[in-house]
């Protein structure tokens, strides 16, 4: 059995807000959960990290309390979903195409003769 000696603690370096530099040592900050939920993140998604700027505004929110977060929180997935007359005209459009189908007003085909068709449009 191979021994392993024990992982010394990483310090880290951010720019705070005001533009100074922060020491941060990973082993004893409360932001040494955020660090291994970023390598847990780099193993799963190839390397992505939250950039500078988004740790510093996931360390401001935490901040908040539990209700304001949620409002936060309501706030951002809400600026994600399309505008609301754009959904509104989707829905309206889907529902024309499928009376269109319904009522034979169009023809209905297998993919893979759509594919072919533009295929050949596009030699």
Known sequence: MVERSPRKAQSRQRIAPDGKVVNIDAASSPSSLHHARGT????????????NQLELLEAEA???TSGERAAFAQL??????????VEAAWAVETERRIADIENGAVQVIPIADALAQVRATLK
């Open 40 to 51: 847990i993140s780099n193993q799963l998604y190839g390397g992505f990290t939250m950039g």
């Open 62 to 64: 935490l901040k908040l």
């Open 76 to 85: 951002l997935l809400a600026s994600l979903d399309e505008d609301a007359e």
